[in-house]
């Protein structure tokens, strides 16, 4: 797919963009009109373009799985989307207002003005998560103020449904988020916590009651990773009037283990809205940080860091994961081979996923580059094809996703991939003979000998020579 000249006046599928509003660090945001829609509507479209992150093409694909089943006047409402194989874009209703961005030039706000504030972006998460969502990206920029005072949160890229494939966690290592409200299980690869919203929330409100970051504005690994055994400087010790009450609330959001905070958002928004009812503990009363010692202690315990994930882990339902490693530049015969074989697995078990995966080869020692000859976006065309060769099984979200993966060693990438995504049964096809294949190793070999789970690996069916005596072999069930 070749990317698309976007500018005012320029139709996409009947809607007019207008004017650009916004360009993120990931996609552009336009106004547009449609003829018989009366509502303001914005689109979203992801960028493509040479050296563009490929997590900007991921996390669109997850917001395009999750809007449309959000239901709320906390989120915006899902109007209409487009495929990848044509022009990637998500329809959705203009909020009117500004984002809580603007707040930030007026900082530190009123403790009432935060604890009213803090209370309805909670009750938008509450809402959020009822419907399977966690946001995991809660900040100032992706918050907004509809006119009549609800919260509405914006922008689901980063987020996990917990009836959906995460993406985000399959195809990437490092964490994605916002440095300054990232919670310590997100550092440590954990998505599945709700209350990881909490904690983002948390040092929101710590910013705006104080004008200053729980975590200071470091977005390095590094410091990120200092939260997991270092506290911040408690409110009062930044403001002497800062009510014990406020300060008890934020500390308890910024708990480095999960369990320490509030069970969920609802008893978050209830404290928040009776001040004179919230239990005060040891935090309402600190004015300095933790003693060193007990920072040292923090610092080399290893137990820490496994508390914190096996605190936050949810038991997904028990279905079986089926890979599908296609090879885009291989024989057709193989590809149909493997989606027979594939489509056999996925019938005989319905809760089953099935993950397309191809392997987007880079060089040793050579520049990369995202676009081909054509202007066409590499990772988008992939995936197109990938979605083509899944049609005729007719399965649809969540029991079908697709997988560009860029890697050097297309075999590693793929025991990669598997392992850290529990995938049960790989299927591969094997490439015929030729000289690269027997000095160095086919890719179906390498999987086939080091893969922790069940592989198959197939090959095309051959018409037997007439010539040859062949043993009837019974057809297969």
């Given at each position: 797919?070749?990317?698309?000249?976007?500018?005012?006046?320029?139709?996409?599928?009947?809607?007019?963009?207008?004017?650009?509003?916004?360009?993120?660090?990931?996609?552009?945001?336009?106004?547009?009109?449609?003829?018989?829609?009366?509502?303001?509507?914005?689109?979203?479209?992801?960028?493509?373009?040479?050296?563009?992150?490929?997590?900007?093409?991921?996390?669109?694909?997850?917001?395009?799985?999750?809007?449309?089943?959000?239901?709320?006047?906390?989120?915006?409402?899902?109007?209409?989307?487009?495929?990848?194989?044509?022009?990637?874009?998500?329809?959705?209703?203009?909020?009117?207002?500004?984002?809580?961005?603007?707040?930030?030039?007026?900082?530190?706000?009123?403790?009432?003005?935060?604890?009213?504030?803090?209370?309805?972006?909670?009750?938008?998460?509450?809402?959020?998560?009822?419907?399977?969502?966690?946001?995991?990206?809660?900040?100032?920029?992706?918050?907004?103020?509809?006119?009549?005072?609800?919260?509405?949160?914006?922008?689901?890229?980063?987020?996990?449904?917990?009836?959906l494939p995460d993406l985000m966690q399959e195809e990437f290592r490092l964490p994605y988020g916002t440095a300054p409200y990232m919670a310590p299980e997100q550092l440590l690869g954990v998505r599945k916590d709700a209350r990881s919203d909490q904690f983002a929330l948390g040092a929101l409100l710590y910013f705006f009651s104080t004008g200053e970051r729980p975590f200071g504005e470091g977005e390095t690994m590094w410091a990120m990773r200092r939260r997991l055994w270092r506290d911040p400087y408690p409110p009062r010790s930044l403001r002497a009037d800062y009510p014990?009450?406020?300060?008890?609330?934020?500390?308890?959001?910024?708990?480095?283990?999960?369990?320490?905070?509030?069970?969920?958002?609802?008893?978050?928004?209830?404290?928040?809205?009776?001040?004179?009812?919230?239990?005060?503990?040891?935090?309402?009363?600190?004015?300095?940080?933790?003693?060193?010692?007990?920072?040292?202690?923090?610092?080399?315990?290893?137990?820490?860091?496994?508390?914190?994930?096996?605190?936050?882990?949810?038991?997904?339902?028990?279905?079986?994961?089926?890979?599908?490693?296609?090879?885009?530049?291989?024989?057709?015969?193989?590809?149909?081979?493997?989606?027979?074989?594939?489509?056999?697995?996925?019938?005989?078990?319905?809760?089953?996923?099935?993950?397309?995966?191809?392997?987007?080869?880079?060089?040793?020692?050579?520049?990369?580059?995202?676009?081909?000859?054509?202007?066409?976006?590499?990772?988008?065309?992939?995936?197109?094809?990938?979605?083509?060769?899944?049609?005729?099984?007719?399965?649809?979200?969540?029991?079908?996703?697709?997988?560009?993966?860029?890697?050097?060693?297309?075999?590693?990438?793929?025991?990669?991939?598997?392992?850290?995504?529990?995938?049960?049964?790989?299927?591969?096809?094997?490439?015929?003979?030729?000289?690269?294949?027997?000095?160095?190793?086919?890719?179906?070999?390498?999987?086939?000998?080091?893969?922790?789970?069940?592989?198959?690996?197939?090959?095309?069916?051959?018409?037997?020579?007439?010539?040859?005596?062949?043993?009837?072999?019974?057809?297969?069930?």
């Amino acid at each position: 797919m070749a990317a698309l000249a976007l500018a005012p006046g320029v139709t996409i599928d009947g809607f007019t963009l207008e004017a650009r509003l916004h360009q993120g660090g990931m996609a552009s945001l336009w106004s547009v009109t449609k003829p018989g829609e009366t509502r303001p509507m914005l689109m979203k479209v992801p960028y493509a373009g040479e050296g563009q992150d490929p997590a900007a093409i991921v996390s669109f694909e997850m917001e395009q799985m999750i809007l449309p089943r959000l239901s709320s006047p906390h989120v915006p409402q899902f109007i209409a989307s487009g495929d990848f194989s044509r022009q990637p874009y998500l329809v959705m209703e203009r909020i009117e207002g500004t984002t809580l961005l603007e707040k930030i030039e007026n900082l530190p706000l009123g403790y009432s003005d935060v604890a009213a504030l803090g209370s309805r972006i909670a009750a938008a998460l509450q809402d959020l998560h009822r419907q399977n969502v966690i946001h995991l990206d809660v900040k100032p920029s992706n918050i907004m103020l509809r006119p009549g005072g609800e919260a509405v949160l914006i922008d689901f890229g980063l987020s996990h449904h917990r009836q959906l494939p995460d993406l985000m966690q399959e195809e990437f290592r490092l964490p994605y988020g916002t440095a300054p409200y990232m919670a310590p299980e997100q550092l440590l690869g954990v998505r599945k916590d709700a209350r990881s919203d909490q904690f983002a929330l948390g040092a929101l409100l710590y910013f705006f009651s104080t004008g200053e970051r729980p975590f200071g504005e470091g977005e390095t690994m590094w410091a990120m990773r200092r939260r997991l055994w270092r506290d911040p400087y408690p409110p009062r010790s930044l403001r002497a009037d800062y009510p014990p009450w406020l300060q008890e609330i934020v500390l308890r959001c910024l708990e480095r283990e999960p369990e320490w905070r509030y069970p969920e958002m609802s008893h978050l928004a209830f404290d928040l809205t009776h001040p004179d009812q919230v239990k005060l503990t040891a935090r309402s009363q600190k004015l300095k940080r933790d003693p060193f010692s007990v920072v040292l202690r923090r610092r080399f315990n290893p137990e820490l860091k496994r508390s914190i994930v096996r605190d936050t882990a949810v038991t997904l339902p028990n279905a079986p994961i089926i890979m599908a490693a296609i090879d885009s530049g291989g024989a057709s015969e193989i590809n149909e081979a493997v989606r027979v074989h594939a489509g056999r697995l996925m019938a005989a078990s319905p809760d089953a996923r099935l993950a397309c995966v191809n392997i987007l080869k880079q060089n040793l020692i050579a520049l990369d580059t995202s676009l081909d000859e054509a202007g066409n976006n590499k990772r988008i065309e992939r995936m197109v094809r990938l979605q083509s060769w899944a049609a005729p099984l007719e399965l649809g979200a969540p029991r079908l996703t697709v997988h560009v993966l860029a890697a050097i060693d297309p075999a590693s990438a793929l025991l990669e991939f598997a392992r850290i995504n529990h995938v049960d049964h790989i299927v591969i096809g094997a490439r015929q003979s030729s000289f690269m294949r027997n000095l160095l190793g086919s890719v179906s070999a390498k999987v086939a000998a080091e893969s922790a789970c069940s592989v198959t690996v197939v090959r095309p069916k051959k018409a037997p020579l007439l010539t040859r005596a062949l043993t009837p072999v019974p057809p297969e069930s």
